[in-house]
């Protein structure tokens, strides 16, 4: 059975940083382009960023540039989201998710898993 578990969600103030982990069971996340996107009440699922597989590139939405980084780590099969500088509006449900679809994957309608998600909350 596939599992996506996401954790570090939590309340912060402004400015402040946190580090989502997403972690796999059921799957080799290195085989799969992983992403994280986020929904924030009222709104439209967003992307955020997204890792390759194959050869680790990354591709950020401009929105987050500069403050997030997407990383993984094969070993523990858990793709990571540091988010920086962190602002009121970055409030929202962080979810990650994975696809079989090569190269860097940023339509969440291309991928096929996701976790429950995890909630941050920046205070102004």
């Known amino acids: 059975q596939v599992q996506l578990v996401e954790s570090g969600g939590g309340l912060v103030q402004a400015g402040g940083s946190l580090r989502l982990s997403c972690a796999a069971s059921g799957l080799t996340l290195s085989r799969y382009a992983v992403g994280w996107f986020r929904q924030a009440p009222g709104k439209e699922r967003e992307f955020v960023a997204t890792i390759n597989w194959s050869d680790g590139s990354t591709h950020d939405a401009d929105s987050v540039k500069g403050r997030f980084t997407i990383s993984r780590d094969n070993t523990k099969n858990t793709v990571y989201l540091q988010m920086n500088s962190l602002k009121s509006e970055d409030t929202a449900v962080y979810y990650c998710?994975?696809?079989?679809?090569?190269?860097?994957?940023?339509?969440?309608?291309?991928?096929?898993?996701w976790g429950q998600g995890t909630q941050v909350t920046v205070s102004s």
């Open positions: 998710a994975a696809s079989l679809v090569l190269g860097i994957v940023s339509d969440g309608n291309k991928f096929q898993y």
